[in-house]
C-alpha cells in the first residue's frame, strides 16, 4: 500500500541477515578465517604454489586446450528484431509415442488438449522464445526434409526394444547436413518390471548413443504413462532442457533463405479449376523465414515439387507473438499462445478436400431469418414459449460470467452494470430500440464476410492481413467430423491491461469505451479484429460486446485530425489513470482522496510534456503569398501545370517550410537533384564546421557502437578473465600466443560492422529497406507462386512438411559436380558405376548416374567399376550445382521395406568443374608376324596405318617382360610372304624391343580413354504423387534382369581358363670333342648308357605240364586248409578271451567291493580311537 501521508518515498522491509541455519554458519566460518588475513600479515605465496611441476605443467595444458577450443571462426550474426521459433524435430520408429509427446508438450505450454498431430505447432515457450514442434515421418524422403530444418532433434526410442535403423538413418541424415543439436528419449520403460535389468538396459543404451553422437550426449526417460500420458513432472523437466539448448549457426542454413510452411492455400480462380481440374494452380505459402534475408524475386525450391519463381512475397503479422515488451515477472498461462493451423489450434484447419474455418458457436446462435419475417425480428409474432425455450437453450452469458460481472458496492453508490453501460451508450447514439435479433443479425454478417473472404482465397494482401489470423482454435467434435472452435485473441486478462495503450478515446466518450473490466478500447479492438498478431483465448461474452457496439460507435473527428491536444491533458490522464485504478490489486483498493489527486496531477505534469498544442497560433509559419516566385512554384499543382512525377518533384517549394525544417536536405532520387535546406544553410554560417560537427557525432557513434559490443562480448562470456586485470601482464601475453586476444578483437570488428550496417539501414524508408536488404529474419511471410502442377495441391496432406529454400546465384544451373563420396559401412553392396542412386544437395532431391574413380600420383582421375572398402573415392555426377563443402546424402531405395539400411553413401562437394576428366585403362594385344633381331612386326594391335600412326613412341611390352616401343607403320614389299599369303596388311607396325622375342610372345599396349559421364538428372517429385506411393525412377541393371528373369551374359574371353602350357622339348647340347678332354671327369658327357631293367610283360611266359598242374593245385587246396584252421582257432580264441574278460571284471568288481568294506570298518575304528583320544 502507498503511504498515508503520501509525503515521501513508499518504505521498503529492511533486510534482515541470517542468524542461524547454514547459511549463517557458513558465513561464520569464512569470517573466521578471513579476520587473521585482514589484520595480520597476508598469506604465505609459496605455501599455496604448485606442489608438482608436473601437476602444474598438466593444468596448464589443460587450460591452453580449452582457450584453444573456444576458438573458432566468428561468423556475422545477420538477424535482426526477434528470432524465428526454435524448430523441434520429433523423430522415431512408429508406434514410439512421437505425437503422445508432442501432445504432452503443447499442453504443458499452453494448457491445451490437442487432438492429432499434424503439421508445425507453435508455441510461445517464455518471454523472448518460442518453440515450433514438428513430427518427423517415417518415410526417408519426410526424414531428409525434417533434418534440413531441425534446430533440435528428439530421438524417441523404445527402451523395451532397443536402437532401430530408423534412429541411425536419421542421424546419418543429420550429419550431411549439419549436424543440430541432438537430445535422445526413451520411452515404454513401464514394460520392465525388474529394476536390476532396466538399470542395465538404461546403461546400454546410453553408451550405445554415446558411441553414436559423442561422449555425454543427453539421454532423457520417460517412465511410463499415467492416464494415456506421460507424467507431468518428466514432461516438464524435458521443457527446462528444451528451454536451454541454443542453436548451432550452420553455413547453408545461413547462407540461404527457407522457411517451413505452417499454412498452405489454393488461391486459383475456381472457374479455372472448374473447367480444367489438370490446370497449373497459383498457392500461398506462409511460414516464418529463416536462415538469412530474402529479397523479392529470389528463386525458390520447394521440396519434392521442383524449382519457382515467387510471384509475391509479403510480410505479415506475426500470428504467434511473442509477449509485450514491458517488464513482467513470468508469462502467465493466458498469454502462452499457440498456432497450429495443420493440427486444429489455429485459424484454418486442414481436411483432404478442404480448408475449413472456425467459427465461435456462441456467436452464431440461430440461422438466419427470412426476409418475410422481417418484422418478426422483436419476436411479436412469436409464442412466449418459444422465446423462452430459445433463451435458455442459448444463454448470453455463462453462470460463471455473470458472477465475474457482478460487483460488491462499498462506497454506497451503486455502480452501473457493464451491459447497462453499453445499453445506455448505445441509447445517446440514437439506436435504443435493438433487439436480440438485430444483434445476431449483424454477428451473423459480420463473420459471414470474414470467412468468405478467407475461403475465396487471399488475392489481396491488404484483404490477407485483415482477415487471416484474428482467431485461436479448439478442437471439437461434431457429428462425428472434427471442427475447430475458434476462440477470439484480442483481449487481455486484467493483469495484461497494465501494459495497454488506451489513450484512443475521448473525454466525452469514455463510456462507450470502458466495456468492462479487462477490457480494451474499440479503436484498439477494430485493429485487433483484422490483425494477424493475437491469438489467445479469452471470455465469450467480451466479443459478444464488442460485436454489439462496434459498428455503432461514433467517430471522433477532433481526434482523427487534430490527434491529442495538449490543452486537455486532464482527459487523457484521467483515461489512463481511469485504466490503472481498475487494473490496480485488491491493496490498493483503499487510497485517500487527495493522495489520487495528488498522482494524478503529478502524471499531468510530465507526461504530454513534448506534445504540440495545436490552440496556440504561429505567424512564423504563414507564407506571403503576393510573391510571384511562390505562385509560381505551386503552379504545377493545378490543372494547367505539368503532371509529371519528375516536375512535381524537381520543383522545390519554399525552403522555410516545415519539411525542410523537419527533415533538412534530400536527394531526388528520380531526377538525381540535391535540395539543401536554407534554414539549415542559415543556421550553421559555415558549412566546413558542421561538417567536422558531423564527423565527430560519427566518430562518437561508432565508440559508442564498439563499446556496447565490448560490453555485449564481455557479458556472453567470450573475454578472458585475465583481461580484466591490467597489471596481469604474464596472462595477457599468454592469450595473445594462444590467439584468445586476436580471437575476441576479431569478434569485436564484426560486432561494430553489424552495427554500422544496421543503423546505416535504420535511416532507410521501409520499403526501401526492403528492396536493399530483403524481408528479415523471423518475420511471418506469405509467398505466392503461380504455375504450380496441380498434383501438388491434390495430393498435400499436413502430416508431411513443407520445406521452401531460396537457392541462391548459379544454384539453378546445370553440370558436372565432383564429390568426395563414401560408402556405408552398413549398406550391403558395393556401388557400381553408372547405376543410378538419388541424391540430397542442399535442398534439392534428385537421381543421377555417377561415374566413380580415384586419383593416381600423377594427378590423373582413374575410373573405377565399383566403390572401394572402406575409404572415399571420386564420384562425378550431372545435377543442378551445389556451392563446395555443400553435404551430400545418397539413397539407392525410397521404400521403407526393401532393404534394411537405406543410407547408401556420405560425402560432400569438391567442385564444380565441366573439364575435368575421367580415364580408363585399356590395352591393345598383338602377335608378331615377322621378327628380325630386335626388332618385330606386330599384327593385330591396330587396325589401320592412321592409327598406328597416332601411337607412335608408344611403349608396349611383351608378356615375359620385354619392353619395347611403336615406330611407324610397316611397308610390305610386293614379294612379301604377307602378301603371298593374301592377308591384310593394314595396322601393322614395326616395333623394336630390348631384345629379341619369339613367335609364341603376346605383345600389348597400355592406353587410357576419356570415360563419358551421363548427364541424366532426374528431379524426385514425390510431393506430386499420393503419399502412399514410393516414388520410382531410373532402376539398376540388376533390378531389370530380376524383373524380367533375364540371365547375366557371360563373356567367354571373361572367363578363366584352366592354363595348358605345351611341354618344350629342347635339344640336347653338343659339345665339341676338343672340349670334351678339356673338362673335368665329372663334367665329361657319359656316353655310356644306364642299365636298363626288363619289364616284366617282355618276360618269355613258362607253360606247365598236367603233372606240375596237378602238384600246383594240390598244394593250393592245402594252403587253403591250413588258412581256414587258422580263421577258426582265431576265433575260438577270441571268444574264450571275452569270457575270460567278462569273468576277471566280475571278480574285479567283488574284490573293489570287499576292500570298500574292509576299508570302511578300518577308517570307523580309526575315528572310534581318535574320540577315545580327545578323550
Known sequence: MAPADGGGEQPHKAHRQHKSGAKARKKKGKGKGGDDDAGGEKKNPKAFAFQSAAKAKRLQARSAEIEQRRLHVPIMDRSIGEPPPFVVVVQGPPQVGKSLLIKCLVKHYTKQNLSEVCGPITVVSGKSRRVQFLECPNDINGMIDAAKIADLALLLIDGSYGFEMDTFEFLNIMQVHGFPKVMGVLTHLDKFKDVKKL???????????????????????????????????????????????????????????????????????????????????????????????????????????????????????????????????????????????????????????????????????????????????????????????????????????????????????????????????????????????????????????????????????????????????????????????????????????????????????????????????????????????????????????????????????????????????????????????????????????????????????????????????????????????????????????????????????????????????????????????????????????????????EERRLKKLALKAKFDAEYDGSDLSGEEVDNDKRKSKQEESNGGGYFDKLKEEIEIRKQINISELNELDEDIRVEIEGFRTGSYVRMEVHGVPFELVEYFHPCHPILVGGIGLGEENTGYMQASLKRHRWHRKVLKTKDPIIVSIGWRRFQTTPVYAIEDRNGRHRMLKYTPEHMHCFAMFSGPLAPPKSGVLAVQHLSNSQVPFRITATGWIQEFNNSARIMKKIKLTGVPCKIFKKTALVKGMFTSDLEVARFEGAAIRTVSGIRGQVKKAAKIEPGDMLKRKGESTEGIARCTFEDRILMSDIVFMRAWVNVEVPTYCNLVTTALQPRDQTWQGMRTTAELRRAHNIPIPHNKDSVYKPIERKVRKFNPVEIPAKLQHLLPFKSKPKDTPKRKKIPVESRVPVLMQPREKKTYAAIQQLRLLKHEKARKKKMQDEKKKKAYEAEKAKTEQLTKKRQREVRRVRYREEDKQKKRARR
Not at 545461413?254 to 479449376?273: C, I, K, N, W
Request: proline share 3%; aromatic share 8%; glycine share 6%.
Open 199 to 697: 538399470r542395465k538396459t538404461k546403461q546400454r543404451l546410453k553408451h550405445r548413443f554415446w558411441s553414436e553422437i559423442k561422449e555425454g550426449a543427453k539421454l532423457f526417460y520417460l517412465s511410463g504413462l499415467i492416464h494415456g500420458k506421460y507424467t507431468k513432472r518428466e514432461v516438464h523437466n524435458l521443457a527446462r532442457f528444451i528451454s536451454v539448448i541454443k542453436p548451432i549457426p550452420l553455413s547453408w542454413r545461413m547462407a540461404h533463405p527457407y522457411l517451413l510452411v505452417d499454412r498452405f492455400e489454393d488461391v486459383t480462380p475456381r472457374e479455372s479449376v472448374r473447367l480444367n481440374r489438370k490446370c497449373d494452380r497459383k498457392i500461398t505459402l506462409y511460414g516464418y523465414l529463416r536462415g538469412c534475408n530474402m529479397k523479392r524475386g529470389t528463386k525458390v525450391h520447394i521440396t519434392g515439387a521442383g524449382d519457382f519463381s515467387l510471384s509475391g512475397l509479403t510480410s505479415l503479422a506475426d500470428p504467434c507473438p511473442l509477449p509485450s515488451a514491458a517488464k513482467k515477472r513470468g508469462l502467465r498461462d493466458k498469454e502462452k499462445l499457440f498456432y497450429a493451423p495443420m493440427s486444429g489450434l489455429g485459424d484454418l484447419v486442414y481436411d483432404p478436400d478442404a480448408v475449413y474455418i472456425n467459427i465461435n458457436p456462441h456467436l452464431v446462435q440461430f440461422s438466419k431469418t427470412d426476409e418475410n419475417e422481417t418484422s418478426n425480428k422483436q419476436g411479436k409474432g412469436r409464442d412466449v414459449g418459444v422465446d423462452l425455450v430459445k433463451t435458455l437453450q442459448n444463454p448470453k452469458y455463462s453462470l460463471d460470467e455473470k458472477l465475474e460481472q457482478s460487483f460488491i458496492n462499498f462506497f454506497g453508490r451503486k455502480p452501473a452494470a457493464q451491459s447497462e453501460g453499453i445499453s445506455a451508450s448505445q441509447n445517446d447514439q440514437g439506436d435504443a430500440n435493438i433487439s436480440n435479433a438485430d444483434i445476431l443479425e449483424s454477428n451473423e454478417d459480420s463473420y459471414s464476410e470474414c470467412s468468405s473472404d478467407s475461403e475465396h482465397g487471399n488475392d489481396d494482401d491488404a484483404q490477407l492481413s485483415d482477415h487471416e489470423v484474428d482467431l485461436t482454435e479448439k478442437v471439437e467434435f461434431c457429428n462425428g467430423r472434427l471442427r475447430r472452435k475458434a476462440v477470439s485473441a484480442n483481449f487481455k486478462d486484467d493483469d495484461d491491461n497494465e501494459d495497454a495503450d488506451e489513450d484512443d478515446t475521448d473525454s466525452e466518450n469514455s463510456g462507450d469505451d470502458q466495456l468492462s473490466e479487462g477490457s480494451v478500447s474499440l479503436d484498439d479492438n477494430e485493429h485487433a479484429l483484422d490483425s494477424d498478431d493475437e491469438t489467445e483465448n479469452n471470455a465469450k461474452w467480451k466479443k459478444s460486446l464488442l460485436a454489439r457496439t462496434q459498428s455503432r460507435r461514433i467517430a471522433n473527428l477532433m481526434r482523427l485530425v487534430y490527434g491529442q491536444a495538449t490543452t486537455k491533458l486532464g482527459s487523457t490522464t484521467s483515461e489512463r489513470n481511469d485504466s490503472s485504478a481498475e487494473e490496480s490489486s485488491d491493496e490498493e483498493f483503499f487510497v485517500p482522496k487527495g493522495q489520487k489527486k495528488q498522482a494524478n496531477n503529478e502524471s499531468t505534469s510530465f507526461d504530454d510534456l513534448d506534445a504540440e498544442d495545436y490552440s496556440k497560433f504561429f505567424k512564423t509559419k504563414l507564407r506571403d503569398w503576393s510573391d510571384e516566385d511562390l505562385i509560381k512554384s505551386i503552379r504545377d499543382r493545378f490543372v494547367t501545370g505539368n503532371w509529371s512525377k519528375a516536375a512535381l518533384r524537381g520543383h522545390e517549394l519554399n525552403e522555410n517550410e516545415e519539411d525542410d525544417e523537419v527533415y533538412g536536405d534530400f536527394e531526388d532520387l528520380e531526377t538525381g537533384e540535391v535540395h539543401k535546406s536554407e534554414v539549415y544553410e542559415n543556421s550553421t554560417g559555415n558549412g566546413g564546421a558542421h561538417k567536422q560537427d558531423d564527423l565527430a557525432m
